[in-house]
C-alpha cells in the first residue's frame, strides 16, 4: 500500500490503524481531520494528498456554505416564500413554498415532467426554468424527498435572481477564495492535471437498476426511481460535469480542500467563523425526519441543506451538520467536539452514499475530541 | 375453464397467458384494458363479460370522477373550507377542515362514536350528520387513515349541499349516462337479472378479526380496527346494498363499464376528456404517504380520493391514479401510457385488498404500452 | 408469597390469578381497578397496599388532571401561543410554538446545551428558564419526542405564569386534596415513613446505555440519548427528589391514591368528574403518531400530555388516557367501559416503561367492563 502519512497527531494514533483498512483495492483515499482549528491527521493512500477528484453530493455541502454567506450577509431569509426571489417560481401551486421547504427537500421537485436533461443540467438556468413551471410531485409540505441533483439549480438560481452571480460563481468568491481551498464548484482547466478521475470503470447500475432507467423518457415506476432520472453519472465525471461544477453534485476537492473550506466557515478553535456562527446553529436544526420519498429509505433526516446524523448515516452529535456523496466521499463539521472531516474516495460504486468503512475513524475522532 | 376471449392485441398476447392462471377455483374474473384509447385486452373468465358484479372501494374511483367534475365545473375547489359548504361541518373543531384534507383522508372521522350503522350507511343523509357532529379521532393534519365506509357519506353530503343530488345522483347524470358505462353508483331493480353475486359464502373474517369486532358496540381496541367498525359486508352485496350504491363501497359494475367510465373522463387517445386533464393531474398530487392509521399499514399513500401506486399497491407510475376494492377488483388510468384498466373479481375473501395475482398483467401493459 | 386480598370483585376473580403471577422476586406490587366508580380489583403483594412509592413518569398523568383544571376553569387555552403566558418563551424561533405543541411533545425541547443539570430540575424556575431559552431541536411541527424530564419544568412554569402557584401546588391544592388521594406531586416529610423505597440497588443500565451516557457533559450521541442527559434517576428517587416532586417524573403514590384522583376527576358512574369531561375528551384525541425521536421508536402516540393507547403500550381503547412510568408503574382511564387503572411497582430497571406482565390483567378488565 502506497500510504502517505503526512501527519498523525500522537492521540489520534489509531486512525492510522483503520485508514490502512479500508479497501486496499480502490484507486486512492483522501482523509484530513482538524480538532480546534488545528490538523490532527491527514493521511492519503494509492494517491497525491494534493489530488482532487468529484466529490459528488459533498458538493452540497461546499453549497451550503455560500448559502449561509448568503444569509449571513442579510441577502437571504430562509422563511422568505421562494417567489418573492424568483417569481416565476410561484408556478402551478408553489407560491407558499418558503426558501426553508425547498433547502430542506420538501418542495416536491425531485423532477421534472418530461425529464431534466444533461444538457439542462449544464445550464446555468435551463434546469431551474423547468423546475419553476412543474407542479410540485406532493403536497408541499406532506413529505420529503432528496432533492439529489435538482437542488444544484434551485439553489443556483436563488443566488443568482439575489446576487447576479450563479451559485458556483458566488461560492468560489465568497468561500473558495477567502479559505484557500481546494474545494471546486467548477474546476478551472488549468487544474485538471491535479484531477484523480474515479476508478476506470464506473461500476454500473445493477440489472434491478437498470430496468428502472429505461431508455425511454417516460417514467416507468414510481416517484423514487423518477427522481434520479436519466442524468448518467458519468456527466459529473467528465471535464465537462468538472468545469460546470453542479452545485449539488459536480464539485471536485482534495480531503484536505474540504476540510479547510468548513475550517474556514466554523472558525473552530481560535479562528474567526467565515459564516455566521448563529446562521450554522439555524441550518443544524433537524427540518424533516423519516421515510424519504426520493431515497426511498427510512431514518432520513435534513436540517437546511446538510444532512443530520442519524443511524443511517451516523457522523456525528445532534449538532453536526454534513453531507456525503455518492461515491462514499464525506465532509461533516461537528460544533461538540469542534470536528472538521474530510473524506475523499477515488471509486464509485451504485449507489454509494455513506461509507461504512470509515465509521471507526468517525467515532474515534469524536470519543477523543469530546473526552475533555 | 370457462373463457370469454373477446379480444387480445397480438402486442399484449402475453396478456392472456397471465390472466389464465388467475385463480381458477375462483367464481369469475373480468378485465378490460385500454391504451391510447383503445381496447387491447378483454377478457372473461367463468362469467359472463357483460355481467356486473359489487367492486367494493373501486367505487371510490367512480366518485372520484364525479367530485373531478363538480370542480372542472367550478362548483367546488379542493383548497376550500368543508364548512363553507357544509355548515354544520364546522362543529367540534373541524371548522379549518379542507376539502382537500377530508378527500384525502386526513380528517380523523373514520368513525362516529357511538358507530355508525348499516341503517346510517344506507341513508342519504343520516351518516353524513353523525359526522359532522363527530370530533376528529386526530388532530387534523396529524395523520391520516382510510375512511373506509366514511368518505362516501362525506362526498355525498357535500355533493348534496353544493348541487342538491346525493353524489349517487350527479355520479349517474354527469359521468355515467354520458360515458355509456356499465358502472352504477345505485343498480337500478331492472339490471339485477345482470348481477354475479360474490362468490356464494363470503369468506369471513378469521377467528383474530372476530376477535376485534365484538358483538358490542362498544369499540374494544385500538383506532384501527373501529374504523371498519359494525357494518358487514354484506349489507353492501345484498339487494339494498346494490340499490342504494355507497359512494365508498356499494357501486357495481363490469370491468368493461369500470373502463368505459375511466376512459370516457380521461380522454385519453384522441378522445375528448369528460374532466378537465388539470383537476386530474391536480387531483393526482400525492397529499399523504407513510403509516395509514386506518388500515394499520406502511406504505399507504393518497392523492385526492384516489390512492397512490406504492411499493404495496404497485399499480402505475408516479401519474397513475386508481382505487382498489376489498375483493380484489381494480380500476386505474395511468397517463405515463394512456392505459385504462378494469378488473372485476367475483368472490370475496377479508381483509382482500390489492389482488397480487394480476401484478405480472400490470407490468405488462405497463412495459408494453410506454415503450414508444 | 405475602399478599394482600383487600378486594376481587367475583366478576373480575381471574385478575388474582394474573396478580399472583407478577415477577415474584420483585420488591412490591399494588393493584387498584375501579370500574363505573366501583372498586373492582383491590389488591398489593409484598408491600402494605397503602405504601406509596415513586411513580416516575406516571406522574405526567396526574400533572395532565391538573392542567386540565386550569383548562376546565377557562385559565389555559391549549390553541393559545405559550408565549402568550410565557413571553421569554418566545425566544430562538418558538414564538408560535402553542401549548397544545409543547404539551404533545413537539415543541423539540427535550434538553437544553449544555444539559439541565439536577439542581435546575429540582428548582422551581431553572431547568424552565434555560428551556424558554434554547432552540428547538427540531422545527416545531416537523416530529415529536418524549420531554422526559423536561415536560415536567415546562408545564409547571406554564402554570406559575397563570397562577402564581407551581404545578406542583396547584395541583394538591385542585386536584389531590378534592380527590383525598394518597398521590403526590412534592411528598410532606411527614409521609416519609409511609415511603417504600425503589428495590435496593437501583438496576443500573447496561454497558451500552452507560456508554451513551459519558461523565462529559458533551452529547455524545443524536438526538434521543441526550434527552435524557444526564440527571440520573436516583436524584427523583431520594427525599429530595420526593420532596420537590417534579411534575414528570418525581410524583409518589399508591396505586389506591393514584386511581381515586383519576376517578375524581373523571367522575365514572354517578360521580360528579372533577374536571370538564369535554376537556378530557379534548386532551384524549391523537395529537402525534409514528417515531419518537426522543425514544427512538415507531408506534409511538400521544394526545394532550396522557400517552395514547398503541400496539406498543396497548392499554385502552381509542379514547383511553394513561401514562406509563420508568418503573413499570401504569394509570389510565377508559371512558369505554369506565375503567380506572392503578398500578405500582417498588422496582426499578433501566429503561422500564410498559410492563408486559399486567397485559393480562388490562385485557380482562377491559373484556369484561365493556361486556355489557
Not at 502517505?4 to 483498512?21: G, H, S
Not at 450577509?73 to 410561484?90: H, I, M, Q, T
Not at 419553476?132 to 435538482?150: E, I, N
Not at 459564516?275 to 436544526?285: A, G, L, P, T, Y
Request: glycine residues 10%; proline residues 6%.
Amino acid at each position: 500500500m502506497e500510504l502517505t502519512q503526512n501527519f498523525v497527531d500522537p492521540a489520534y494514533a489509531e486512525a492510522l490503524d483503520f485508514f490502512k483498512k479500508i479497501s486496499p483495492d480502490q484507486k486512492g483515499s483522501q482523509l484530513l481531520v482538524k480538532v480546534k482549528g488545528k490538523t490532527v491527521v491527514d493521511l492519503a493512500a494509492r494517491v497525491n494528498p494534493d489530488s482532487m477528484t468529484t466529490v459528488f453530493s459533498v458538493s452540497k455541502a461546499l453549497s451550503a456554505l455560500a448559502i449561509a454567506k448568503l444569509v449571513t450577509d442579510g441577502k437571504l431569509d430562509f422563511e422568505e416564500r421562494v417567489s418573492s426571489y424568483w417569481p416565476e417560481f410561484a408556478a402551478n401551486g408553489k407560491a407558499e413554498i418558503t426558501v426553508r421547504q425547498m433547502l430542506s427537500h420538501q418542495a416536491g421537485l425531485i423532477a421534472t415532467d418530461p425529464q431534466i436533461t444533461v444538457a439542462m443540467i449544464h445550464d446555468d438556468h435551463a434546469a431551474a426554468t423547468a423546475l419553476a413551471a412543474q407542479r410540485p410531485l406532493w403536497r408541499p409540505g406532506s413529505g420529503f424527498g432528496y432533492h439529489g441533483l435538482t437542488i444544484g439549480p434551485l439553489m443556483s438560481e436563488l443566488c443568482f435572481r439575489i446576487t447576479g452571480l450563479t451559485l458556483q460563481q458566488f461560492y468560489d468568491q465568497e468561500i473558495r477564495r477567502p479559505a484557500n481551498a481546494d474545494a471546486y464548484l467548477g474546476l478551472p482547466e488549468s487544474l485538471e492535471r491535479r484531477v484523480t478521475e474515479l476508478d476506470g470503470d464506473v461500476v454500473p447500475p445493477s440489472a434491478e437498476l437498470a430496468a428502472k432507467y429505461p431508455k425511454s423518457t417516460a417514467p416507468q415506476s414510481g416517484l423514487a426511481s423518477w427522481g434520479f432520472g436519466i442524468v448518467p453519472f458519468v456527466a459529473l465525471t467528465n471535464r465537462e460535469g468538472r468545469a460546470f461544477g453542479l452545485p449539488s453534485a459536480g464539485g471536485v476537492a482534495s480531503a484536505r480542500g474540504l476540510a479547510e473550506a468548513m475550517q474556514w466557515a466554523m472558525g473552530f478553535g481560535e479562528a474567526i467563523p467565515g459564516v455566521s456562527r448563529d446562521v450554522i446553529e439555524d441550518m443544524s436544526q433537524m427540518q424533516v425526519y423519516g421515510y424519504d420519498l426520493g431515497l426511498e429509505q427510512e431514518h432520513r433526516s435534513f436540517g437546511t441543506i446538510f444532512q443530520k446524523s442519524t443511524p443511517v448515516i451516523p457522523f456525528g452529535s445532534y449538532r453536526a451538520i454534513g453531507h456525503d456523496g455518492a461515491a462514499g466521499a464525506l465532509l461533516y463539521a461537528d460544533p461538540i467536539g469542534e470536528i472538521v472531516f474530510g473524506y475523499t474516495v477515488a471509486r464509485f460504486t451504485y449507489p454509494g452514499g455513506f461509507d461504512r468503512e470509515i465509521q471507526p475513524i468517525i467515532d474515534l475522532i469524536r470519543k477523543i475530541a469530546t473526552a475533555n
